[in-house]
């Protein structure tokens, strides 16, 4: 296939040539300028890397992709949508993948008549340096449509499983999009925080703030249509924290290089539901502000 990615960072490199691996035509539309994009890209299980050369900024590939994949933070996903719609064809499915919530009501005012799926993954990368990414971590990631175009698009769930397995069709995507959000909203605001690895969390000082954010996600959650308790969202917290001991949240690097953060998206959108449903969530909006403060005060 002829894919777009836009927005090469950490989990759009990787995306980039898990595709490319499997033979399909992959072209970079990135802020930054350039026509070609040189990635070095090494897998979870291997040492050797595959280097890729892939053509960027091209707007007539843009307009002859047969799916375009979205990858960059939630804050920037108008301003992607928008760019595109110059070359964008009206029956073009495009696949947009953030951490966090809250930008779709947007994208379907900016794509009306396009399929439109959203992904959330477990995939984990890292970056070392701007041509350069490293596969750190298996996980599932989930696809699904959000307008009746996108629910029409199931077959693009192979291609993505194919490419970095697994990936499941989602015929709601919110439930594992809030799933992930959950996750989110405990752990990545306090390695952010505290500028810790993952695993720092299991630690006993962190345990009743952790509780206390599952208390309250737990409470949004059920009261948005996905219930869940306290006790049962707090262990699959320790799980990913276990799982994930030797990693840095996506959060804990932007805070480490001053850069914005998907906090609003996360947390923000938390505190936002929490509202609409009149629930209080005195422990999520301290690490919101706490998240906010950092932010203002970067050199």
Not at 46 to 55: H, K, L, N
Not at 108 to 124: E, F, G, K, M, R
Not at 231 to 258: F, G, W
Request: hydrophobic share 40%.
């Amino acid at each position: 296939m002829k894919i777009s990615l836009v927005g090469a960072g950490a989990i759009g490199n990787l995306w980039a040539g898990a595709l490319a691996k499997q033979g399909h035509q992959l072209h970079l539309w990135r802020r930054q300028p350039g026509n070609t994009y040189t990635l070095n890209w090494q897998d979870v299980h291997s040492s050797r890397e595959d280097t890729f050369c892939f053509d960027s900024n091209q707007p007539e590939q843009l307009a002859n992709s047969d799916v375009i994949f979205i990858t960059v933070k939630a804050f920037q996903v108008a301003d992607a949508v928008t760019t595109l719609l110059p070359w964008l064809s009206a029956d073009t499915p495009v696949i947009i993948m953030h951490n966090g919530m809250g930008t779709e009501d947007e994208v379907l005012s900016l794509l009306p008549d396009n399929p439109v799926l959203y992904a959330t993954t477990a995939q984990a990368a890292f970056r070392p340096d701007p041509h350069s990414v490293r596969h750190t971590g298996n996980g599932p990631t989930y696809l699904g449509g959000v307008n009746p175009a996108g629910l029409a698009c199931s077959g693009l769930a192979e291609l993505l499983h194919t490419a970095l397995p697994p990936c499941h069709w989602q015929t709601d995507i919110h439930e594992p999009q809030w799933q992930k959000l959950a996750i989110n909203c405990a752990i990545n605001p306090l390695t952010a925080i505290h500028q810790c690895r993952n695993g720092e969390l299991s630690e006993t000082r962190y345990a009743d703030e952790l509780t206390a954010v599952c208390h309250e996600v737990s409470a949004v959650m059920t009261a948005a249509g996905y219930p869940i308790d306290t006790v049962t969202l707090r262990q699959q917290v320790m799980a990913v924290i276990e799982a994930t001991a030797a990693n840095y949240s996506s959060m804990q690097q932007d805070v480490a290089h001053q850069r914005p953060t998907e906090i609003d998206a996360i947390t923000g959108f938390l505190i936002r539901q929490a509202n609409h449903f009149q629930i209080a969530t005195p422990a999520n909006t301290r690490l919101w502000q706490h998240i906010k403060d950092l932010e203002q005060h970067y050199d």
